[in-house]
């Protein structure tokens, strides 16, 4: 099963896509983390193939934490999602 | 006539004189006596030689010569007896008709001549007894005439005598004729007697001749001894003479100058060495009291004054007999007998006797009283105007007509640098050269004074004493004496201060004047009653006018004729009355042809005597500006509008986001849910048929196995609030937003501040919510305020965004990640206060000053047009009379501080803070 992490400010939005993708439960090992910070030491509990996250977040924004991730997690797919268009 | 010229010696006078001067000429004849005596010489020569010629005559032709001597002075008289008579006849006749007395005495004396004439002429006739008969006879009938002339005369004079008888005046008038014809023939016989006695003589002549040449010799010889002795006698005869007019001329003058003494009108008096008045004068004897000099005499002063006054003159006069030092001039005051005070000018000198003893004194006073007081007006006059001269702050001068001063006061003197006025008179002989400061000037001050005779604030540059120049003003009068300019009179005042004055005040005057004319700006000048005194070209231009002066002209109604909305008139007037100025007033104005535009004034109130008397300032045409600020103001809002679309969008994105998941998973939960309903309904209509199956429980086993039942159970309800949440979020923001912008409001309307805020506060969420959190603490007590909505939340929008900026500057210098703002309203007795505080940056010093200055920004290029807080302040401080002014220390943070007056007053503007 793949793992994804999903990375987002608001907790509302990791509880719509956690709800968005139950379907996909069986498919893949989701966990959710509120912000950069916890996105990191989640990955530090253990490897995720791929991270999903928000850009603009208060303290560490998207692309920082992405930027942490290539470096420490390069094997981890880093994809942006984000409700700036 | 001497006797009488005592009495009445006025009238005399010259007629003494005249004698006087016939005495003088006598004595200048007879000082000529020798020429005299020669003449008498000759004649005695004469005689004697005549004497001669008789005696040989009479040897010879002794009958015949007598005769021929007798005949010609017998003729002579008998001519000069007719002439008399006839003048004597004259005059009786005009006697005895005019009964005049003195044509009388003349008749009387003229007959007396003829008488006279008759008589020599008939002594010369003597040795012709008949001739001698009829002279004779012809002289009684004269005497006879005289007396019956005088006769009638006497009864024609006579007052109550009868009138003269025509038969006498016949008879008169015949013997009168009778006597002429007597006469008549008298001498034409004794002229042809004459003739015959010449004829006879001449005979004579030839003898006679030799004789004579005989006796001149001798003749010769007795002149020179007799006029030798004739000499000595004349010389005898002058001496006698002079000795004679000596005591003549002593008499004339002693009387002389009685006369004088009596009328002169002065007092004169002698008196004898016990003041007893031997001499004195009528005009002293009146002064004195007495009526005649007569009884003056032997008294003394003491008898006419009092013992004090006279006791003075007695001393005076006994120290003089004393010293016998004469008093020339002596001023003296007495008073006379009608009690009034006299001035008298006394000399007396000491009276000496033949052997040179003093015995007494004589005096003369002259009454000068009348001068005296004069005297007296004239010095008080002189010392008024000599105040005048040594005290007058302009300088007074008198001067020749050629420029040499005679007398300067001591002001002129100052005014040109000298010690002294009488150093100045000394310096300056020629005005000319010494004074006049430039030639040409001095030439034309001289020309006028000598055309026109004066001149009237002449001004010119004159040199002082050290050669520096000072700007005079003369006014001067040429003074004439007897048709002739003898000197320049004047005034002389230093304008050298006022030259300048009227110099800086004319570059001034044009300095301005050129300001006020080609001053973009209008400058104006008004009545508070609303009438313009002056505007400038600029000011008429602006206004549609065509010149100042028609637009001054044109409005006679400030109120009505040049405010669009009189309502303001009255503010601004109403602000005079408070404030005496106005700054920055805004209003719209009407134009010539009724258009509008915007105006600033800044005007202030001339007072006089604590009263307004004008308004003076400037008035600018702001349409322009005004459009552009508001466009300008436009073109923020715009710019921070789309700088919020992003944030917004992105705001309203993420509920969107969930709200889709939610939604989503909701669809996919009824679908598991209705398969599982499905299985639960063929259970339940199995149960109702009773065919229910092992197999069929199995099968709803695993179907709600495969749901996840209890998942969904709790994730829906979720699912659904997070959904309602998000759309609450969304029309927060978009109502927000709507708020925000209030584009439907143009005027004040009241507001709820904290409302406001909030709603900006969200709309703005995604500016300050990634750098800092946002703290709120809102008064609830405050009342609804008065504003223009959407620019006061503009300003609360671009404080919170410039709070954000601050703060996120302190996040990228690596300070704390999440900074904090604080949004507070307090209600405050007199305005609503707003603190917008951030832990920001803190503005830099040097930039706080400026930093309320249009297009003025700290910020990077893109991130700020410098317009934030211009128009902050024009918001708040222009259009809702508020105060914007903040608190900041670097590197801590800033506060703004917003007041809103809650009556609608302006309030006093605040300095900006350290």
């Known amino acids: ?85 | 006539m001497q006797t009488r010229a005592f009495t009445r010696p006025c009238q005399r006078l010259p007629k003494g004189k005249q004698d006087m001067q016939s005495r003088v000429s006598a004595s200048r004849i007879s000082l000529s006596g020798p020429i005299k005596n020669s003449i008498a010489v000759a004649v005695l020569g004469a005689v004697g030689l005549l004497a001669i010629i008789l005696w040989t005559a009479f040897t010879a032709r002794k009958h015949v010569g007598i005769a021929s001597l007798s005949v010609f002075p017998a003729a002579l008289n008998s001519q000069r007896a007719s002439t008399a008579f006839e003048r004597m006849n004259h005059e009786y006749s005009d006697a005895v008709v005019m009964q005049e007395k003195e044509a009388l005495a003349n008749a009387d004396r003229e007959a007396g001549t003829v008488v006279a004439s008759l008589d020599r002429a008939g002594a010369f006739m003597a040795f012709n007894s008949g001739r001698h008969q009829q002279i004779v006879s012809l002289m009684h009938r004269v005497t006879g005439l005289q007396a019956r002339s005088r006769m009638l005369y006497t009864a024609a004079a006579t007052v109550n005598a009868i009138p003269p008888k025509q038969q006498d005046l016949a008879d008169l008038s015949r013997e009168n004729k009778a006597v002429d014809t007597a006469l008549e023939t008298l001498q034409s016989d004794l002229t042809s007697d004459f003739r015959a006695e010449l004829d006879l003589s001449n005979e004579l002549f030839g003898i006679l001749a030799i004789l004579e040449a005989v006796v001149l010799a001798g003749v010769i010889v007795a002149l020179f001894f007799s006029s030798r002795t004739l000499i000595k006698a004349t010389v005898q005869r002058r001496e006698d003479e002079v000795l004679r007019q000596a005591h003549s001329a002593q008499e004339y003058e002693r009387r002389m100058v009685r006369a004088m003494i009596d009328n002169i009108p002065d007092y004169i008096y002698v008196k004898d060495a016990q003041g007893r008045f031997m001499v004195a004068n009528p005009h002293l004897a009146r002064m004195m009291g007495a009526e005649t000099p007569e009884e003056l005499l032997g008294k003394t002063d003491f008898d006419f004054y009092s013992r004090e006054v006279a006791s003075g003159f007695y001393e005076e006069e006994q120290e003089m007999i004393r010293s016998g030092q004469p008093l020339y001039n002596h001023e003296e005051t007495n008073v006379d007998s009608a009690g009034n005070v006299v001035h008298i000018l006394t000399t007396k000198v000491p009276l000496l006797d033949s052997d040179g003893h003093i015995i007494g004194i004589a005096g003369v006073g002259h009454d000068i009283t009348a001068r005296k007081v004069m005297e007296a007006a004239l010095r008080e006059a002189e010392q008024k105007y000599r105040g005048i001269f040594d005290k007058a702050v302009v300088g007074i001068f008198q001067s020749t007509p050629e420029g040499c001063f005679l007398s300067v006061n001591p002001s002129m003197a100052f005014t040109f640098g000298y010690d002294s006025p009488d150093e100045m008179t000394a310096s300056i002989t020629d005005m000319s050269q010494h004074f006049f400061a430039n030639p040409k000037r001095g030439f034309e001050f001289m020309l006028v004074m000598d055309r026109i005779g004066g001149v009237k604030n002449f001004e010119c540059e004159a040199s002082r004493k050290d050669g520096s120049k000072v700007w005079i003003a003369m006014s001067i009068g040429a003074i004439r004496e007897k048709g002739m300019v003898v000197r320049y009179e004047g005034m002389c005042e230093d304008i050298t201060e006022r030259k300048k004055m009227e110099g800086a005040l004319r570059e001034a005057e044009l300095k301005y004047r050129g300001i006020f004319d080609t001053a973009v700006v209008g400058i104006l000048q008004s009545t508070p009653e609303g009438r313009f005194l002056s505007v400038n070209p600029s000011m008429a231009f602006t206004f549609g006018y065509d010149s100042p002066e028609e637009m001054i002209a044109s409005i006679s109604d400030i109120t009505h004729q040049f405010y669009a909305d009189p309502k303001r008139s009255e503010e601004f007037k109403l602000s005079m009355e408070k404030l005496g100025a106005v700054q920055n007033f805004e209003c719209e104005g009407l134009r010539k042809d009724g258009s509008k535009i915007w105006l600033t004034m800044s005007v202030r109130a001339i007072h006089e005597n604590g009263v307004i008397i004008r308004y003076e300032g400037m008035c600018e045409d702001i349409t322009e500006r005004k459009h552009l600020r508001e466009q300008l103001l436009q073109a923020q809002k715009l710019e921070s509008v789309g700088q919020l679309a992003a944030g917004i969008a992105h705001e309203i994105n993420t509920p969107t986001q969930y709200i889709g998941d939610n939604v989503r998973f909701l669809k996919d939960a009824f679908l598991d849910l209705k398969g599982l309903l499905e299985n639960y309904d063929k259970l339940l209509s199995a149960a109702k048929d009773n065919t229910l199956s092992c197999k069929a429980i199995q099968e709803v086993a695993v179907a709600v196995k495969g749901v996840d039942t209890g998942y969904l159970m709790e994730e829906i309800p979720k699912a659904i609030d997070q959904t309602l949440e998000g759309i609450t979020r969304v029309s927060t923001i978009v109502s927000a937003m709507k708020e925000f912008s209030h584009p439907d409001t143009k005027e004040k309307i009241p507001l709820d501040l904290n409302h406001a805020i909030n709603s900006t506060i969200t709309v703005a969420r995604n500016e300050w919510k990634y750098v800092a959190d946002l703290e709120t603490e809102f008064d609830p007590s405050l009342p609804l305020i008065s504003c223009l909505p959407g620019e006061f939340n503009q300003v609360i929008l671009n404080l919170i965004v410039n709070a954000s900026h601050a703060i996120s500057d302190v996040v990228k210098k690596g300070g704390p990640e999440m900074g904090k703002i604080k949004v507070q309203t307090r209600n405050c007795p007199e305005w609503a206060e707003i603190l917008i505080q951030d832990t920001g940056t803190g503005i830099p010093e040097k930039a706080r000053s400026r930093i309320f200055d249009p297009f003025f920004t700290t910020k990077a290029i893109g991130k700020g047009t410098g317009q934030g807080l211009a128009i902050a302040r024009s918001v708040i401080v222009d259009k809702h009379g508020g105060s914007i002014h903040f608190e900041t220390e670097e590197g801590k943070g800033t506060t703004f501080i917003i007041r809103l007056p809650l009556n609608g007053k302006a309030l006093p503007i605040q300095e900006v803070a350290a």
């Open chain 1, 1 to 85: 099963m793949k793992r994804i992490l999903f990375v987002d400010d608001e907790s509302m939005v990791l509880d719509g896509i956690r709800r968005m993708l139950y379907t996909q439960r069986n498919r893949w090992e989701m966990q959710f983390a509120l912000g950069g910070e916890a996105a990191l030491q989640a990955c530090e509990a253990s490897s995720f193939d791929v991270i999903v996250t928000d850009m603009r977040m208060p303290g560490m924004d998207g692309a920082t934490l992405l930027g942490h991730i290539r470096d420490r997690y390069p094997n981890t797919a880093r994809i942006i999602l984000s409700g700036h268009s």
